[in-house]
């Protein structure tokens, strides 16, 4: 069955520090994507970075980065330089295709991060 | 650029009552999905759209429909309302469906809450 991981429910970090969120994902098809949502408080879900299951090299963009282990089907995201407004709900996700002519994303049960000043 | 708009933002209603929400996609995405988010989850899919047809659907009761129009807008559609009906309801566009190599965008979602 497809499914994703998250293991940390909660999570606390020193602001201007370096994070890590783990997640571990499973599936059948070579045909993937990986993403990560940030939802504050709010509720919106708002989206931070991609990987795809066939790049070979980890995915960047500004302070997030994705540590992508293929073999071992993770993909954490790493958050460099903490800030207060990172304080949210973070979810890791993978769309993938569910039939012949349609896709879904399939979300973790997400980990909450605390960011103490 | 609009993001993905939804309305309403929040909505109470009874049980047993039937409840519209609407979404409006990223201007040029022609597939809209939508998802419930039950307090302390992760979203779970119950529909896909594209091209005005429902091309995947989720492991939710026929209570649940959904259409979208030409314009690429969506509604969902709940009847018989239950108190577990409770919950976030996102939409997402994309461009296209079938993909797994884009991000779905989200809505800022429709919260809605049964007495």
């Known amino acids: 069955a497809q499914k994703i991981t998250q293991t940390q429910p909660g999570m606390f970090v020193q602001e201007k520090e370096a994070v890590t969120l783990d997640c571990t994902y499973d599936?059948?098809?070579?045909?993937?994507?990986l993403f990560w949502y940030k939802q504050p408080s709010s509720g919106e879900m708002i989206f931070l970075i991609y990987q795809g299951s066939y790049d070979q090299q980890n995915a960047t963009e500004g302070r997030y980065s994705l540590n992508f282990q293929k073999a071992r089907k993770s993909a954490n995201l790493v958050i460099s330089a903490s800030q207060l407004g990172d304080s949210a709900m973070y979810f890791c996700?993978?769309?993938?295709?569910?039939?012949?002519?349609?896709?879904?994303?399939?979300f973790g049960p997400g980990t909450s991060l605390s960011v103490i000043p | 650029d609009a993001g993905v708009t939804q309305s309403p933002t929040h909505l109470i209603k009874t049980r047993g009552q039937h409840v519209t929400l609407r979404c409006s996609p990223i201007s040029g995405h022609k597939s809209v999905s939508w998802y419930q988010q039950v307090l302390g989850q992760g979203p779970q899919f119950i529909f896909q759209y594209y091209e005005k047809e429902e091309r995947g659907r989720g492991n939710f009761p026929d209570r649940f429909s959904a259409r979208q129009f030409p314009n690429y807008s969506s509604e969902l559609n709940v009847n018989a309302l239950l108190l577990g009906d409770s919950a976030l309801y996102l939409c997402?566009?994309?461009?296209?469906?079938?993909?797994?190599?884009?991000?779905?965008?989200f809505g800022d979602g429709t919260r809605l809450s049964i007495l």
């Open positions: 996700a993978m769309r993938v295709l569910a039939g012949s002519s349609y896709d879904k994303v399939i």
């Open positions: 997402a566009s994309s461009g296209t469906a079938g993909q797994f190599n884009q991000p779905q965008h």
């Open positions: 599936t059948s098809d070579p045909s993937y994507g």
